[in-house]
Nanobody, 118 residues
Framework: QVQLVESGGGLVQPGGSVRLSCAAS????????MSWYRQAPGKERELVAT????????NYADSVKGRFTISRDNAKNTVYLQMNSLKPEDTAVYYC???????????WGQGTQVTVSS
C-alpha cells in the first residue's frame, strides 16, 4: 500500500516556524522526487517546493523562497518542509507528493492544515 502521511501542521503565529514531515511507504522512496503543494480556501493548488530523488537539487515558489526549506532523508523515507517567517497568506492545506518523471507516476498524501494567525 502506497502511503504518504503528512504531520506537523497546526496553528502558528505570524513570524513563527513550523516543520512539516511526510512519511512515505509502499514504494521506492529514493527513486522519487518529492514536492510540497498547498491549497488555500478559494485558491488553486500551488507548488511550494520540490526536491529531486537524490536530494541534490531543490526548487521553490517565489512566494516562499528564502523562508521555506525542503529536505529529505532517504534512509527514513521522509521529506520535510521547514517553514520560517510564516505569514497569514501561508495558511493552507499542505500536501506531500511523490513523483517519478520517467513514468509520470505520482502519489499524494491527504494533507495537513497549517494556519498562520494571531
Amino acid at each position: 500500500q502506497v502511503q504518504l502521511v503528512e504531520s506537523g501542521g497546526g496553528l502558528v503565529q505570524p513570524g513563527g516556524s513550523v516543520r512539516l514531515s511526510c512519511a512515505a511507504s509502499g514504494f521506492t522512496f529514493s527513486t522519487y522526487g518529492m514536492s510540497w503543494y498547498r491549497q488555500a480556501p478559494g485558491k488553486e493548488r500551488e507548488l511550494v517546493a520540490t526536491i529531486n530523488s537524490a536530494g541534490s537539487s531543490t526548487n521553490y515558489a517565489d512566494s516562499v523562497k528564502g523562508r521555506f526549506t525542503i529536505s529529505r532523508d532517504n534512509a527514513k523515507n521522509t521529506v520535510y518542509l521547514q517553514m520560517n517567517s510564516l505569514k497569514p497568506e501561508d495558511t493552507a492545506v499542505y500536501y506531500c507528493k511523490a513523483y517519478r518523471i520517467v513514468t509520470r507516476n505520482d502519489y499524494w498524501g491527504q494533507g495537513t492544515q497549517v494556519t498562520v494567525s494571531s
